[in-house]
T-cell receptor
């Protein structure tokens, strides 16, 4: 299947700093990528839909100024957690839709575990 | 929005046993995917199955779209099957988003 690379896999940072997470589709071009958040022992919750060349669409309750999303190319979307606080500690997962499949299948990155001290 | 319910929430098996996991959804869907999340958090695609039946080795899945449910069958379970199994659907009224169920945590004991 298609490969989605997510980096870094783990990050520990101090409160107040910003953290950038990258999501790349390695063997297909993705006009749409998605960012999810997963708390321990819970399901994945969609945070935002990342559209290449346009602004991201955020789910209700997700602060767009807190979670900055940039989808500058057809293979890369980034999520920046700005001024991170301990409550932002979570597992963040990205996915990308493969336009070569019909209907489009989503492939997921390996996730980024963020710990804010 | 669409509701996705998975059952059972937890399942403990002895190695070699068979199991069935269920996913009910409340509205029409364009897409349904089953995933296995391993202990490191990686989501692994098992099946893309908006309707019909598919098999892959010891795993098979059936979706009855008209009755709004899907089943994942695991036969001759192995300890490596342990983890959380998620069902996710793309709602016809939901513009490409995948909505996840809460998952079934499977533990296979040796």
């Amino acid at each position: 299947g298609a490969v989605v690379s997510q980096h870094p896999s783990r990050v520990i940072c101090k409160s107040g700093t910003s953290v950038k997470i990258e999501c790349r589709s390695l063997d297909f071009q993705a006009t749409t990528m998605f960012w999810y958040r997963q708390f321990p022992k819970q399901s994945l919750m969609l945070m935002a839909t990342s559209n290449e060349g346009s602004k991201a669409t955020y789910e209700q309750g997700v602060e767009k100024d807190k979670f900055l999303i940039n989808h500058a190319s057809l293979t890369l979307s980034t999520l920046t957690v700005t001024s991170a606080h301990p409550e932002d500690s979570s597992f963040y997962i990205c996915s990308a839709r493969d336009p070569g499949t019909s209907p489009n299948i989503q492939y997921f990155g390996a996730g980024t575990r963020l710990s804010v001290l | 929005g669409i509701q996705v319910e998975q059952s059972p929430p937890d399942l403990i098996l002895q190695e070699g046993a068979n199991s069935t996991l269920r996913c009910n959804f409340s509205d029409s869907v364009n897409n349904l995917q089953w995933f296995h999340q391993n202990p490191w958090g990686q989501l692994i695609n098992l099946f893309y199955i908006p309707s019909g039946t598919k098999q892959n080795g010891r795993l098979s899945a059936t979706t009855v779209a008209t009755e709004r449910y899907s089943l994942l069958y695991i036969s001759s379970s192995q300890t490596t099957d342990s983890g959380v199994y998620f069902c996710a659907v793309e709602w016809k009224g939901g513009s490409e988003k995948l909505v996840f169920g809460k998952g079934t945590k499977l533990t296979v004991n040796p």
